[in-house]
């Protein structure tokens, strides 16, 4: 039982690139979102999906995209790093909305 | 808009002591409660919940009642042990279509 998913756990990027971070879960779950994690900041919820091809944005969504085409997998895209965006990302699912919450294991990102 | 505000860390605790970890929130209606906690290195995962006013959510000898009329949901635990050393995020869910809200963290420290 995998539930949710992340790659890659690790990665530095260059200013100006672009790459992809992976969420899958096997959980069925209509629910998933992406959060960055920030010292004396919290979780800041960047987008979020409540079912395949339904996306919106959160409270941070600027410089990030991301698209839900299965049910399954809920990418986010960075298209050009900045080293504002170094933090550690997390993605989340839930079945339905007032459930609970499933993490993955994260992803910290460095941007130099 | 919804809001968590809940109490600075770090907390540094002696094993056996008595742990508070203060939260209130903002929000329209009547929204459901969490708390998720994250070990070292690892996502969140849900401690406990409280879906209406006077539930009282538990879980691993923690424990936490909505209480509407001071729109607080403080975490508490009788006696602390080592392996409870880690991050807790209290958390809201309002009504509707509307993602987690997760206030910014306190970090406890259990010394034996």
């Known amino acids: 039982n995998a539930g949710v998913t992340q790659t890659p756990k690790f990665q530095v990027l260059k200013t100006g690139q672009s790459m992809t971070l992976q969420c899958a879960q096997d959980m069925n779950h209509e629910y998933m979102s992406w959060y960055r994690q920030d010292p004396g900041m919290g979780l800041r919820l960047i987008h979020y999906s409540v079912g395949a091809g339904i996306t919106d944005q959160g409270e941070v969504p600027n410089g990030y995209n991301v698209s839900r085409s299965t049910t399954e997998d809920f990418p986010l895209r960075l298209l050009s790093a900045a080293p504002s965006q170094t933090s550690v990302y997390f993605c989340?699912?839930?079945?339905?909305?007032?459930?609970?919450?499933?993490f993955g294991q994260g992803t910290r990102l460095t941007v130099v | 808009g919804n809001s968590v505000t809940q109490m600075e860390g770090p907390v540094t605790l002696s094993e056996e002591a008595f742990l508070t970890i203060n939260c209130t929130y903002t929000?329209?209606?009547?929204?459901?409660l969490f708390w998720y906690v994250q070990y070292p290195g690892e996502g969140l995962q849900l401690l406990l919940k409280?879906?209406?006013?006077?539930d009282k959510g538990s879980n691993k000898g923690f424990e936490a009642t909505y209480r509407k009329e001071t729109t607080s949901f403080h975490l508490e635990k009788g006696s602390v042990q080592v392996s409870d050393s880690a991050v807790y995020f209290c958390?809201?869910?309002?009504?509707?279509?509307?993602?987690?809200?997760f206030g910014k963290g306190t970090r406890l420290s259990v010394i034996a």
């Open positions: 409280a879906t209406k006013a006077d």
């Open positions: 929000a329209t209606g009547y929204p459901s």
């Open positions: 958390a809201l869910r309002g009504a509707g279509n509307t993602p987690l809200v």
């Open positions: 989340a699912s839930s079945y339905l909305l007032d459930t609970e919450a499933f």
